[in-house]
């Protein structure tokens, strides 16, 4: 390696050497050759070496293994009087640019295997040594003494390393270059002489005093295996041809293309269409408001529904205004034939009186004067009668008996004088003993019902109006409520409206109480023919000891004397049902006709004993 190695002096001939064959050995150094055994000496140190840069406009000298550390370029060696240069035993060293050689210390100018193979001197940009340069002269003013000793050996690039140069680094193979790439070499040629150096052109000669800094370093791509070695200068670049597309990259970028388009169209309608529907949710739309509506539907309902029930029966519904005596009230009754007679509660009428008034509003709103026809408080039911109206459509009557505890039911009035007002619900219980009235301290007013009980809503303004099976038939007759206060009377005190326990009147005794209301004026009542104590807090209905009038408690020949029943007795079941006062023995005996019969258990001395009897009549008040 070239570590600023003195040249050759110029005056001296360059001898091309022959191609080696086989081992051959080097030529000793002059001193070493003059005094082969006196030991180790001392080597004059080169006066002017000077660093060798590549001539203007030239690119520098690939790096290999031959090239020089220390980032430094090779010197020159100068030719001979030809002009010829030396080149070593292997391949000829060549650069793209210039040829660059080290200086040998026999004078000749081997090439390393690092140069760009070729075998040519460049006759265009070839690097010259510095004219009358050589061994022995000193360094000429201004110019830049040399990095290293110079070698004393005078070891060849080939040769064995000298005693402090480092081995030289092994370069590993790489691919071929492309065609038309900057610094691409061709494969070297093994074993091959070097071609003879032609004398195309003169070499250059370096500057007198070269500027270190301004030298281009080499290009190295082995710097990284010597740390003493420069950065090599970056290589320019051929722009490499253009690369055409298939077909399928073409259609492969195509559908890209539209994937991305379509995902962009579809992102950008999202945003506009949110923007759009936050817009027009706060703002209530744009223009007139128009919200949707299902069409007109005059298609007619299930009769056995709620309000087939009630298209059915509202026709024959009426609302009563009563007044009279200084007193007035609101009552609902419903048609029973053709000819104008009309249901309704026996305190429904009573303001009215002997002289009152009474109104009928019916549901087509047409209103007709009524009287009295017949009314009986005992069992809480009065007959009124329209004239002069037309077109009356009657209820039909169901049967109370068929009734059970769950069915749905259908009560129609006018609540708070609210007509025609609708409300359901079920049969809670049946046969549930009540009174109502009692306003008179006599107790003529009082009426003994056997009643249903149901949940639908009854409220004041209820009273008289029907309660109605799935089948739009009359099962009942609205009479009392049970209220928050206590109070039976659903047109009097109890003025807290319903809460669910509601009673009507079966329609079996109504029917028959309208129909002899009808026939003559006033109801019978069935009757056992007793007097019974009231008082009595025991369980059952005790017979008094005496009766109301002052006459026997038994009436004499009567029903109850016929069957063995004495004063003190207790009457505990009637038909096998158990009775716990004397209410709900007149309750179960008003159930039946006059002339049905009746199986009583009778308790005496603490035992007990049945009876039947056939009930007698009474004319009712």
């Given at each position: 390696?070239?570590?600023?190695?003195?040249?050759?002096?110029?005056?001296?001939?360059?001898?091309?050497?022959?191609?080696?064959?086989?081992?051959?050995?080097?030529?000793?150094?002059?001193?070493?050759?003059?005094?082969?055994?006196?030991?180790?000496?001392?080597?004059?140190?080169?006066?002017?070496?000077?660093?060798?840069?590549?001539?203007?406009?030239?690119?520098?000298?690939?790096?290999?293994?031959?090239?020089?550390?220390?980032?430094?370029?090779?010197?020159?060696?100068?030719?001979?009087?030809?002009?010829?240069?030396?080149?070593?035993?292997?391949?000829?060293?060549?650069?793209?640019?210039?040829?660059?050689?080290?200086?040998?210390?026999?004078?000749?100018?081997?090439?390393?295997?690092?140069?760009?193979?070729?075998g040519v001197s460049d006759a265009q940009g070839g690097l010259a040594s510095e004219a009358g340069?050589?061994?022995?002269?000193?360094?000429?003013?201004?110019?830049?003494?040399?990095?290293?000793?110079?070698?004393?050996?005078?070891?060849?690039?080939?040769?064995?390393?000298?005693?402090?140069?480092?081995?030289?680094?092994?370069?590993?193979?790489?691919?071929?270059?492309?065609?038309?790439?900057?610094?691409?070499?061709?494969?070297?040629?093994?074993?091959?002489?070097?071609?003879?150096?032609?004398?195309?052109?003169?070499?250059?000669?370096?500057?007198?005093?070269?500027?270190?800094?301004?030298?281009?370093?080499?290009?190295?791509?082995?710097?990284?295996?010597?740390?003493?070695?420069?950065?090599?200068?970056?290589?320019?670049?051929?722009?490499?041809?253009?690369?055409?597309?298939?077909?399928?990259?073409?259609?492969?970028?195509?559908?890209?293309?539209?994937?991305?388009?379509?995902?962009?169209?579809?992102?950008?309608?999202?945003g506009v269409g949110g923007v759009v529907g936050a817009h027009l949710e706060r703002n209530g739309?744009?223009?007139?408001?128009?919200?949707?509506?299902?069409?007109?539907?005059?298609?007619?309902?299930?009769?056995?529904?709620?309000?087939?029930?009630?298209?059915?029966?509202?026709?024959?519904?009426?609302?009563?205004?009563?007044?009279?005596?200084?007193?007035?009230?609101?009552?609902?009754?419903?048609?029973?034939?053709?000819?104008?007679?009309?249901?309704?509660?026996?305190?429904?009428?009573?303001?009215?009186?002997?002289?009152?008034?009474?109104?009928?509003?019916?549901?087509?709103?047409?209103?007709?004067?009524?009287?009295?026809?017949?009314?009986?408080?005992?069992?809480?039911?009065?007959?009124?009668?329209?004239?002069?109206?037309?077109?009356?459509?009657?209820?039909?009557?169901?049967?109370?008996?068929?009734?059970?505890?769950?069915?749905?039911?259908?009560?129609?009035?006018?609540?708070?004088?609210?007509?025609?007002?609708?409300?359901?619900?079920?049969?809670?219980?049946?046969?549930?003993?009540i009174t109502a009235g009692g306003e008179k301290g006599d107790g003529s007013d009082v009426s003994?019902?056997?009643?249903?009980?149901?949940?639908?809503?009854?409220?004041?303004?209820?009273?008289?109006?029907?309660?109605?099976?799935?089948?739009?038939?009359?099962?009942?007759?609205?009479?009392?409520?049970?209220?928050?206060?206590?109070?039976?009377?659903?047109?009097?005190?109890?003025?807290?409206?319903?809460?669910?326990?509601?009673?009507?009147?079966?329609?079996?005794?109504?029917?028959?109480?309208?129909?002899?209301?009808?026939?003559?004026?006033?109801?019978?009542?069935?009757?056992?023919?007793?007097?019974?104590?009231?008082?009595?807090?025991?369980?059952?209905?005790?017979?008094?000891?005496?009766?109301?009038?002052?006459?026997?408690?038994?009436?004499?020949?009567?029903?109850?004397?016929?069957?063995?029943?004495?004063?003190?007795?207790?009457?505990?079941?009637?038909?096998?049902?158990?009775?716990?006062?004397?209410?709900?023995?007149?309750?179960?005996?008003?159930?039946?006709?006059?002339?049905?019969?009746?199986?009583?258990?009778?308790?005496?001395?603490?035992?007990?004993?049945?009876?039947?009897?056939?009930?007698?009549?009474?004319?009712?008040?």
């Open positions: 390696m070239n570590q600023g190695k003195p040249g050759p002096p110029a005056d001296e001939p360059t001898v091309r050497p022959e191609a080696p064959e086989g081992d051959f050995e080097l030529p000793l150094p002059a001193a070493r050759a003059a005094a082969p055994d006196e030991g180790d000496y001392e080597l004059e140190r080169p006066q002017s070496p000077a660093p060798a840069l590549p001539a203007h406009g030239t690119a520098p000298a690939a790096a290999g293994p031959g090239a020089p550390d220390e980032g430094t370029a090779p010197l020159p060696a100068a030719d001979g009087a030809d002009g010829t240069v030396a080149l070593g035993p292997g391949t000829a060293a060549r650069t793209p640019a210039g040829a660059a050689a080290e200086t040998s210390g026999t004078g000749e100018h081997p090439v390393g295997p690092a140069a760009a193979q070729g340069a050589g061994a022995g002269a000193g360094p000429a003013e201004g110019q830049v003494r040399p990095l290293h000793d110079p070698d004393p050996y005078s070891t060849p690039p080939y040769g064995e390393p000298g005693p402090w140069a480092p081995a030289p680094p092994v370069q590993h193979p790489g691919n071929t270059p492309a065609h038309g790439v900057p610094g691409a070499a061709p494969p070297p040629v093994m074993d091959a002489a070097p071609p003879p150096v032609t004398d195309a052109a003169p070499p250059v000669p370096a500057p007198a005093h070269p500027d270190p800094a301004a030298a281009t370093p080499a290009a190295d791509p082995w710097g990284r295996y010597d740390p003493w070695a420069a950065a090599a200068a970056a290589t320019p670049l051929q722009q490499a041809e253009p690369v055409l597309e298939g077909r399928e990259q073409r259609r492969g970028r195509t559908r890209r293309t539209l994937v991305a388009g379509a995902l962009l169209l579809a992102l950008v309608s999202g739309g744009i223009g007139t408001v128009e919200l949707p509506q299902a069409a007109r539907n005059d298609a007619g309902r299930d009769p056995g529904s709620v309000a087939g029930i009630a298209a059915q029966a509202l026709p024959s519904v009426v609302t009563l205004h009563v007044s009279g005596g200084g007193s007035a009230g609101t009552g609902t009754g419903f048609v029973l034939d053709e000819r104008g007679h009309i249901l309704t509660n026996d305190h429904v009428v009573q303001p009215a009186g002997d002289n009152g008034d009474i109104t009928v509003t019916f549901h087509s709103g047409d209103t007709a004067e009524a009287t009295v026809v017949g009314r009986d408080s005992g069992y809480d039911l009065a007959v009124v009668k329209v004239k002069g109206v037309r077109g009356l459509a009657p209820l039909p009557l169901g049967n109370s008996d068929n009734a059970r505890v769950g069915d749905p039911v259908v009560a129609i009035g006018a609540p708070f004088d609210l007509a025609g007002t609708v409300t359901s619900g079920i049969i809670s219980a049946r046969e549930r003993p003994y019902v056997d009643a249903l009980q149901t949940d639908a809503p009854i409220n004041p303004g209820n009273s008289g109006g029907p309660l109605l099976d799935t089948e739009g038939r009359v099962i009942g007759i609205n009479s009392a409520i049970r209220s928050a206060d206590g109070s039976d009377d659903p047109d009097g005190g109890g003025r807290a409206g319903s809460i669910g326990l509601g009673f009507a009147i079966p329609i079996n005794q109504g029917k028959r109480v309208a129909e002899e209301l009808i026939n003559t004026g006033k109801a019978t009542h069935p009757v056992i023919g007793v007097t019974l104590d009231m008082e009595y807090g025991g369980d059952g209905a005790r017979v008094a000891a005496e009766g109301s009038d002052g006459g026997p408690p038994v009436t004499t020949g009567g029903p109850g004397a016929r069957a063995g029943i004495k004063a003190g007795d207790v009457i505990t079941e009637v038909d096998g049902r158990r009775v716990h006062s004397g209410e709900e023995l007149i309750v179960k005996t008003r159930a039946h006709r006059p002339g049905d019969r009746l199986e009583l258990t009778v308790e005496r001395d603490g035992k007990e004993r049945k009876v039947s009897l056939v009930l007698g009549s009474s004319g009712g008040g």
